[in-house]
Structure formats: structure tokens, C-alpha cells
């Protein structure tokens, strides 16, 4: 099977990487295919099974965990576990696409462990603490609880950055959304 490229991006919650991520994907030239994570967590807002996650219970979860069916996998949060199936990545090349994650930071950087030369994997750096907590605030998808045990892990997640292929400041979005271009055309490309 032809294997494509893998684009990673990792940042703290809130950071907007989803927002980056979700243009890219509205690119059709950069022939990208969003890998659908699995999660124990519950669906928030709108969300759709088998479109932004493949919902499972945690039983389900743990099941392909003993299965060794995970590239990676992280409890990102207590009991809130996250994984990209080898299958789906599979699935994508598959398709002559090139696959694009929206993981957290330490899947992101196992994910460049194992395939060094194939991967892109760039960390979103948010402005500020403060600034997270405003956003997160703002997207009004979880409770206070919640939105503080993100921000927890936040500072630990920024400490990563450096290990990441680059970082892309999104202090303004139109400009990270270019710069995000850019990186991706190139990486494709070379
Ligand atoms: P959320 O609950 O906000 O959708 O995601 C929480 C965190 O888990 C985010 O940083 C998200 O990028 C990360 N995440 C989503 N899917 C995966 C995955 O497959 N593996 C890992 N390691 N993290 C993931």
C-alpha cells in the first residue's frame, strides 16, 4: 500500500488548532483526510459519531487497547481516554490521501517517533494563558470543572513545544491560517 504523508497538530485545548485543522481540510488541492480519533468521552454540542470522533465506552476502549489495535493512545484527561486506530490510518492511505491528526501533544510526538521522515508535526502555540481560559469560557462546551483541568494541563503542554518540527503562534488567526498553508503545501510537496 502507498503510504502518504502525516500532518500533526498538537496544541493545549483552546489553542484553535481544531479551527486550523478544519481549513486545511477545506483545501482540496493539499488532498488531506482528517483521522477520526476514538474517545471514551461523551459527544459535545454537535458532534457526530464516526465525524469527529468514533464514540466508545470505556470497556470498548480498553478492549483495543489489550488488542493492540492503537498507533497511540493517551487517558488525556482522568478516564477520558483518546487513540488514532492503525486501521484509520490505513483507511486514509487507502484513499491516496495524506492524514492529518488533531491530537494532543504527547500522541502528536509519538506519532513523529514512529514515522520521523513522513511526518509534519506542528505544535499551536495559544498567546496566552489567560487567553485560554477566555476562549475555552467563550466556546461554552464545558463546565467550569472541566475548563479548569484544561487549563491545568496546559502549562505542561506548552513545555512540548520545542520537541515539535515547528510551531505556528496563533495570535491572530487569518495569519496562523496562512502560515499553516504554507507549511503544509511545502511539507506535501518537497
Ligand atoms: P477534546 O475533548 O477537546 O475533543 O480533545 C481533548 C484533547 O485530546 C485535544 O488535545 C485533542 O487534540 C486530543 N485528542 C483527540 N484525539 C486524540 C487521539 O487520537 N490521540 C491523542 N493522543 N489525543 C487526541
Known amino acids: 500500500m502507498k503510504q502518504g504523508k502525516l500532518i500533526v497538530f498538537s496544541a493545549p ?27 471514551s468521552r461523551a459527544p459535545r454540542g454537535e458532534e457526530v459519531n464516526g465525524k469527529d470522533y468514533y464514540f466508545l465506552s470505556l470497556h470498548d476502549f480498553k478492549q483495543h487497547i489489550k488488542d ?9 484527561y482522568r ?6 486506530l492503525k486501521a484509520e ?22 506519532i513523529k517517533k514512529k514515522f520521523p521522515e513522513q511526518t509534519l508535526a506542528v505544535f499551536v502555540k495559544p498567546p496566552s494563558i489567560d487567553e485560554l481560559k477566555i476562549r475555552l469560557k467563550q466556546r461554552k462546551t464545558e463546565s467550569e470543572d472541566k475548563i479548569n483541568m484544561r487549563i491545568a494541563k496546559a502549562s505542561v503542554e506548552l513545555a512540548t513545544a520545542p520537541q515539535f518540527d515547528t510551531i505556528i503562534k496563533n ?20
Open 13 to 39: 485545548s483552546g489553542s484553535g488548532k481544531t479551527t486550523i485543522v478544519r481549513h486545511l481540510l477545506s483545501k482540496e488541492e493539499l488532498n488531506l483526510e482528517f483521522s477520526i480519533s476514538c474517545t
Open 68 to 76: 493492540g489495535d492503537f498507533l497511540e493512545w493517551e487517558e488525556v
Open 79 to 84: 478516564d477520558n481516554f483518546y487513540g488514532t
Open 89 to 110: 490510518v490505513e483507511r486514509i492511505w487507502a484513499l491516496g490521501k495524506h492524514v492529518i491528526f488533531d491530537i494532543d501533544v504527547a500522541g502528536g510526538l509519538r
Open 171 to 190: 495570535y491572530e488567526l487569518e495569519v496562523a491560517l496562512k502560515e499553516a498553508e504554507e507549511l503544509v503545501t511545502n511539507f506535501i510537496n518537497s
